[in-house]
């Protein structure tokens, strides 16, 4: 099956940790996409990724890093400089206008 | 900066009836709008996608339109059924990296 693999689907993190959520795709893009979403708020873009090696943040990228070493992988981390890190996460690639999206990751604090 | 707006943030309609939902935006040079539906606790699917020279897209049962002077859109559902309660979001595109999502319109359709 082609698509976006996102895991863990529920994750927990513990004051100070880091934790990494991953987000794999076998649809050949090269763009990608992380946004987390908020009960109540639309999608807000973390970082995205044009191309293998190269990222730029989005509106919300304190307290997250990522990194692009390959095409189908776009690892996020929450760093503990996240302050208020539970929310849904989102992963998505792009091909010519549209987006493609994972079905999130559920990141709550202990 | 652009901002998405929907209304109502929740809908319940009888099966069958016939629905509008609204998206709003403020920046009316938009690259594109798009519309998403989410089921709880998953990911977004693509409905419909409206270039900035377009009037509508049809799908099916749905049919979404745009009016960039208004900075308006909506999505039409015809005969609504139960398996199309989920929440629907619009995006307005600026490019293909500066997309700004409304926060949904959450929709139920009682059998």
């Known amino acids: 099956d082609g698509g976006i693999t996102q895991s863990p689907k529920y994750l927990f993190r513990k004051e100070g940790q880091n934790v990494t959520l991953s987000c794999e795709q076998n649809?050949?893009?090269?763009?990608m996409y992380w946004y987390r979403q908020d009960p109540g708020q639309g999608l807000r873009l973390i970082y995205y990724s044009q191309i293998v090696n190269d990222f730029q943040k989005g509106d919300i990228a304190e307290g997250y890093s990522v990194s692009r070493e390959k095409k189908e992988s776009f690892p996020l981390t929450v760093t503990s400089a996240q302050k208020n890190p539970t929310a849904f996460y989102l992963c998505?690639?792009?091909?010519?206008?549209?987006?493609?999206f994972g079905s999130g990751t559920q990141l709550s604090v202990l | 900066k652009q901002e998405v707006t929907q209304i109502p943030a929740a809908l319940s309609v009888p099966e069958g009836e016939n629905l509008v939902l609204n998206c709003s935006f403020t920046?009316?040079?938009?690259?594109?709008l798009q519309w998403f539906r989410q089921d709880p606790g998953k990911g977004l699917t693509s409905l419909l996608l409206?270039?900035?020279?377009?009037r509508e897209q049809t799908s099916g049962r749905l049919n979404a339109s745009l009016d960039k002077s208004s900075g308006r859109s909506t999505l039409y559902i015809a005969a609504s059924q139960p398996g199309d309660s989920a929440t629907y979001l619009c995006a307005a595109a600026n490019n293909n990296n500066d997309m700004r999502f409304g926060a949904g319109t959450r929709l139920t359709v009682k059998p």
């Open positions: 649809l050949n893009h090269d763009a």
């Open positions: 998505a690639s792009r091909r010519s206008e549209k987006l493609f």
């Open positions: 920046d009316s040079a938009i690259y594109n």
């Open positions: 409206i270039q900035s020279s377009q």
